[in-house]
Every structure is written in C-alpha cells, then in structure tokens.
C-alpha cells in the first residue's frame, strides 16, 4: 500500500498536536501537584502555629490557675484569722457588756454618794458662811467703834463713821465695809475674819475707783486700811508697804499695827 507524503505530513503534525496536548497537560497536573503540595505544607504551617498558640495559651492559663489557687489559699487564711480574730472580739465584747453592766451599778452608786457628798459640802459651805460671816460682823464691832480713837492718834480727826457704805455707780460698784470721814480725809477700811493678800489687793482696786464710786468726796484725801482677827504671815508687811494702814487685835480691843515711820498712800 502506498502511503503519500502529504498523508505522512498530516499523521505527524496530528501526531505532534497530540504530543503537545499531553506535554501541556503533564505541566498542568505538575503545577497542581506542586500547588496541592503547597497547600498541604501551608495546612501543616498553620497547624503547627495553632498547636503552638494552644500550648502558649495552655501555659498561661495554667500559671494564671496556679496563681488563683495561690490567691485563694492565701485569702482562706486571712478568712481562718478574722474568723478567729471576730470570736476574740465577741469574747471581748461579752466580757465588755458584764464590766458595763457592772460599771453601771458602781456609778449609780457613785452618783448616789456624790449627791450625799454634796449635800454634806453645801451644809458645811453654808455652816462656814454662817461662821465667816458672824466673825466678818464680830470683827467690825470691834474696828467700828476704835475708829476715831485709832486715826486720831494719827493725826486724822474723823467726824463721822458709817458701816457698810455701798455705791452702785456703774463700773465702780463697791461696799465699804466702815469708811470714816473728815473735812480734809476719808478711810476706808475692809474688815476679814482672816486677811488675805488677795483681800489686800481687792481694796486696792476698790480705793483707786473710789472717788467714782463716791463723787461726792473728790475733794477729800482717801487713805485705805485693811483688819482681820487673823492675819496670815507676811500679809501685814504686803499691806504696809502697799500704803495701807493694818489694824490688829490688841487683847480685848485694836489697835494700829503700823509703825511711826509709816507713810499711808493717798488715793
């Protein structure tokens, strides 16, 4: 059988095609193995970075438990010991509740005896007052009428002695207990059953405001003097050397316990 040339020609560009086909077909499924196996080494990739992010992730939770079970031990503890720490101050409390319990009682007692005490003071105040008083008076019944007699020796020749001289002038409120009076002075004595520096020293306030209290004797030289039936140590000095004259019992009467050389203060 003959077979043409241009028969052959066409059989081997078939033939040729065809080897193409295959040849580019070879390459397809190359390029897809290829591309399968990338896909499966990115798979593995992604596996091994999620397997690693659980073990991180496993990690911390554990340390983040561990740490917790820590926390919670430690806070069981504190509760163990303020649970301890209640049940002592309840203990505490009760035994504080029973020392009130008594502690009321005593103080009502206590109040109960404060209000006899009380009494008792206010009786023997008032008794003392009754007292004072009695020898405040004592005291002036012996000054008043030696008076005259004592300043006179002085050289002061009193006209008139009056008891308990009293001013109501505002700011200068004041009693007298005997005041003597004359043209040119008037004296002005206060009288304690026991003399004091603080008594000497009120009087001297009283005389520097009396010619306002007393207006009527601005024109006179006021002199001051204090008695007492006891005088306490070195007031009778404080006196002397404050201008005051100092009168003082003399066996049934009293006298001027100054000495010649003693210069009275003028007011």
């Not at 109040?111 to 008792?120: D, G, P, S, V, Y």
């Not at 009428?145 to 009293?166: C, N, W, Y």
């Amino acid at each position: 059988m003959y077979v043409s040339e241009e028969r052959v020609d066409n059989i081997e560009a078939r033939i040729a095609g065809i080897l193409e086909i295959l040849d580019r077909r070879e390459r397809q499924d190359a390029e897809r193995v290829r591309q399968a196996a990338e896909d499966i080494r990115q798979m593995q990739e992604d596996t091994r970075q999620m397997k690693e992010a659980m073990r991180i992730s496993s990690e911390r939770v554990d340390a983040q438990l561990a740490k917790t079970d820590a926390q919670i031990e430690k806070t069981e503890a504190q509760l163990a010991k303020t649970e301890a720490q209640l049940a002592k101050t309840d203990a505490q409390l009760e035994k504080t509740d029973a020392q009130l319990a008594m502690s009321e009682t005593t103080l009502r007692e206590a109040r109960e005896q404060l209000t006899k005490t009380e009494k008792a003071v206010e009786r023997a105040v008032n008794a003392v007052n009754a007292l004072t008083g009695k020898w405040g008076n004592f005291v002036v019944g012996l000054v008043f009428p030696a008076t005259k007699k004592m300043f006179k020796e002085r050289g002061i020749d009193l006209k008139k002695v009056h008891r308990s001289v009293q001013s109501d002038i505002e700011g200068a409120k004041m009693e007298i207990d005997i005041m003597g009076v004359s043209s040119q002075y008037i004296v002005a004595i206060e009288i304690k059953s026991t003399l004091e520096v603080n008594d000497v020293n009120d009087h001297l306030e009283r005389l520097a405001k009396f010619k306002q209290a007393f207006d009527e004797y601005t024109n006179r030289i006021v002199i001051g003097a204090v008695s007492g039936i006891v005088i306490n140590e070195g007031v009778d000095k404080y006196a002397y050397h404050s201008g005051l004259f100092v009168i003082g019992e003399s066996g049934d009467t009293v006298m001027i316990l100054n000495d010649n050389k003693f210069v009275p203060r003028y007011f």
